[in-house]
């Protein structure tokens, strides 16, 4: 792995504009960076990328199906018990997911190390799967990248033969915040793969949802939806007023409720107990477990749920080094131990994996300035460079 | 039709890659990630006015709505056809609704055979904003059911075409059920994360 200056493609908010990515630029503060990318070799790809995210996946699913059965799991995880049923059914009739995103800590200096599983409300996928393939295509015809250079990054023919492959009859809404750019984009581009797979399909805001009396969720017209993807964790999404229609209706949600179980810290711990000195796991416990005392004074305090790195803290020697502040916590926390990501000239970089499906599908880097990958990372291209 | 294809370059490659072989985003490229208006999205009155197309190309024509949605609004409602359109023992009862020659027996039901009204083209809201999903349309014969002809969709709803507008121009008046309608609640997901500003991750 090397990061490697090239120089920016001199028009490439035009082709940006032209793509219709809109939030390259979030708040002011860049977001998308191609003054530099990440160059990877093939055999590095698919050895401790590829290869790993699948099988951390597989442990994922293998967790997954013995917590539905499981409520001291259940329970550890801070599901509410409200919910048990609507997780256990989605898992018990196989309801499939689309996709999610693994990060990791990867320095090319030993194994990948698994940080997380964003597998419920995954963003950057547009951004992945479109414009950071636009770059490489780009960057190879402007003469940038030798030929034959390469990109891990099969999500969108993915996205679209996963969403042919699971489609139900009837209409599909893709549902985010209308008001956050980044939400109501990857829901919207979800929505464009969706009728590239064939779908009669529908975008609205969360506002926009329905229940009705007969226990499908539908459109701002009552029009019932078959499947729903939202795109609002279903922590939250339990907590609402509509939580308690989820199990009875005959609507079918991406993510399917079984989610929860892995986009949630806790799954760190229950992953390392399972398979404790797996070499893409790193030791991790709940912060109330004796155990604990193990991980000494260096550890990554991480609360069970929270997302962008928010309240996310590294303790060095007991005491905190650094921290990123944020509305979470009520739920607890754990203690994994540090994978410090690597530092290139000041600039850290985490790898996400994507799973589109059960497979390995492509790759995105998320560059910051500290040890803490919070919202405001850059998003950097990668490539991978011809043998 | 106004979709635009990212490039596609090597087509056909010899050699393996570990990248799709192509990107094409109809939607996102004509219509771009953010502008989908969603912000100021309205909710869907008993009454409103909608376009109706006998296809995606005389949507395209009129202009009212960009190409790229005419197309993907079309795609919707062409799919939701042969699920969504009023079924018939007889085809004598089909015509009686939507005329004579208007009708077929529904080549995909097994048993019996019923029939179906052909479709006669989509409806769609007069801007993306309107929040109303694109329904096939059908040809309703004038006088029955009490209102002026033009078209029915296939829950039953009306659409009459104004006279003195362009032709794609009608109201649309839904059809009072009682029950779904009338008591589907809405706004019960989303309050649990109003303190932060987006969700994905």
């Avoid at chain 1, 999404?237 to 810290?265: C, H, I, Q, Y």
Wanted: with cysteine; charged share 20%.
């Amino acid at each position: 792995m090397r990061r490697v200056a090239l120089g920016e493609r001199p028009d490439w908010c035009a082709r940006a504009r032209e793509a219709g990515f809109t939030f390259h630029t979030l708040d002011g503060a860049p977001y998308w960076d191609e003054s530099h990318a990440y160059a990877f070799s093939l055999r590095e790809i698919e050895e401790e990328i590829e290869g790993p995210a699948g099988e951390l996946h597989d442990l994922c699913l293998a967790f997954t199906a013995d917590a539905v059965a499981d409520e001291r799991i259940l329970t550890s995880l801070r599901i509410p018990e409200s919910a048990w049923d609507a997780v256990r059914d989605s898992w018990r009739r196989d309801d499939p997911s689309l996709y999610g995103r693994l990060d990791l800590s990867h320095s090319g200096n030993g194994p990948a190390k698994l940080l997380e599983y964003n597998a419920d409300t995954p963003t950057a996928l547009y951004e992945t799967a479109v414009f950071q393939w636009l770059w490489l295509e780009e960057s190879l015809r402007e003469g940038r990248l030798p030929p034959g250079s390469d990109q891990f990054n099969a999500v969108h023919e993915r996205l679209i033969e996963r969403l042919r492959a699971i489609a139900a009859t009837g209409l599909t809404g893709f549902a985010a915040e209308a008001e956050a750019p980044e939400d109501i984009g990857t829901a919207a581009y979800l929505q464009d793969c969706a009728v590239q797979a064939g779908c009669a399909t529908l975008l609205l805001d969360l506002s926009q949802i329905g229940l009705r009396p007969d226990g499908a969720f539908c459109g701002p017209d009552g029009q019932p939806l078959a499947t729903l993807f939202k795109l609002y964790p279903w922590e939250w999404a339990f907590a609402d007023p509509f939580g308690g229609g989820v199990a009875a209706s005959p609507t079918r949600f991406l993510e399917p409720p079984w989610k929860m179980v892995l986009s949630n810290k806790g799954l760190l711990a229950h992953l390392w107990a399972r398979e404790p000195g797996h070499p893409n796991l790193l030791p991790c416990c709940f912060e109330d477990d004796p155990a604990c005392a193990a991980l000494g004074k260096n550890y990554v305090r991480k609360p069970l749920l929270s997302r962008e790195g928010a309240n996310v803290e590294i303790f060095a020697r007991g005491r905190q080094v650094a921290g990123e502040a944020g509305p979470y916590g009520a739920e607890g926390f754990v203690r994994q131990a540090l994978a410090e990501l690597p530092d290139f000239d000041g600039r850290r970089p985490l790898v996400g994996a994507w799973m589109v499906g059960d497979a390995a599908s492509g790759l995105c880097i998320r560059e910051s300035d500290g040890p803490i990958t919070g919202n405001g990372a850059l998003f950097v291209p990668h490539w991978i460079e011809p043998d | 039709m106004a979709e635009r294809d990212l490039p596609r370059l090597e087509i056909g490659r010899k050699v393996a890659t570990k990248r799709s072989q192509t990107v094409s985003t109809a939607l996102v490229a004509s219509a771009g990630l953010a502008a989908f208006g969603l912000g100021s999205l309205t909710w869907v009155t008993p009454s409103q006015n909608v376009l109706v197309y006998p296809d995606a190309a005389a949507c395209a024509a009129e202009g009212i709505r960009p190409a790229a949605e005419c197309q993907s609004e079309y795609a919707t409602a062409r799919a939701a056809y042969p699920r969504t359109a009023p079924h018939y023992d007889t085809e004598l009862d089909c015509a009686r609704h939507h005329g004579s020659f208007r009708c077929s027996a529904d080549a995909a039901t097994t048993g019996p055979r019923r029939f179906v009204p052909r479709m006669a083209g989509y409806m769609i809201g007069r801007s993306a904003a309107q929040g109303l999903t694109p329904e096939p349309v059908y040809d309703h014969v004038a006088g029955h059911g009490g209102h002026g002809g033009s078209y029915c969709t296939g829950s039953g709803s009306a659409i009459s075409t104004g006279s003195g507008r362009s032709a794609s121009s009608g109201k649309l008046t839904s059809v009072s059920k009682g029950t779904s309608a009338g008591t589907t609640s809405f706004g019960g997901f989303g309050g649990s994360g109003k303190s932060f500003s987006s969700f994905g991750s």
